[in-house]
């Protein structure tokens, strides 16, 4: 349960921005006892590791936030946020030591698996509102709604480390967000479409 919780959560985290929970893990890990990483993923630890991450996160939030140059990156990140996700879950199994579960360490294609489809979910619904931001905005919401998506994102990443009962809490308080910009998304699509002229019959 908690094993599933906090990659749950960290991969959700790396759809909103793939360097933060890589971060975030890797810190804990050199810095801390709270995450014990697997066999094969003592390099996320790593200094240098660690400070190529936080160079390409700086990138990150940097282009993310200028409007039409984040959609570029968000085409670009369609690869990289899924395979964070399926590292940060994957990374973090040792976590099922808490609730005495060991079909996540007996069968690592699964937490792969669920860690790159969660955070593929994630980025796929941040890539299409952001458009729609950017469109109804002016390009003015971009950098707001990115350092929100940064927020949420590190703050994600802590709770499934720390705190991973409350990833739940935390999911659903990202959902309302999704929900809004997707129903906004819809209305600007509709409201498009009535202004498109019709052809005449």
């Known amino acids: 349960m908690l094993a599933a919780l906090t990659g749950l959560g960290l991969s959700t985290a790396a759809g909103l921005?793939?360097?933060?929970?890589?971060?975030?893990?890797g810190l804990a890990a050199n810095l801390t006892d709270t995450v014990k990483l697997p066999d094969g993923y003592a390099w996320l630890s790593d200094g240098w590791v660690l400070a190529i991450i936080a160079v390409l996160l700086a990138a990150e939030v940097i282009l993310d936030k200028v409007p039409i140059v984040d959609h570029v990156n968000d085409m670009i990140q369609t690869a990289v946020r899924p395979a964070a996700g399926g590292v940060v879950f994957s990374a973090t199994q040792a976590a099922s030591q808490l609730d005495n579960s060991t079909w996540m360490t007996q069968h690592p294609w699964a937490s792969w698996t669920l860690g790159i489809g969660v955070a593929l979910i994630v980025h796929l619904m941040k890539s299409t509102a952001r458009?729609?931001?950017?469109?109804t905005t002016a390009g003015v919401g971009a950098p707001v709604v990115s350092t929100a998506e940064?927020?949420?994102s590190l703050g994600l990443s802590l709770v499934a480390i720390f705190f991973p009962l409350l990833v739940i809490a935390a999911l659903a308080a990202l959902a309302l967000p999704?929900?809004?910009l997707i129903r906004r998304r819809k209305a600007h699509r509709t409201a498009r479409a009535q202004r498109l002229p019709h052809p005449s019959s």
């Open 150 to 152: 940064d927020a949420g």
């Open 17 to 25: 921005n793939a360097y933060i929970p890589l971060l975030v893990v």
């Open 178 to 180: 999704a929900w809004w």
């Open 131 to 135: 458009p729609v931001v950017n469109a």
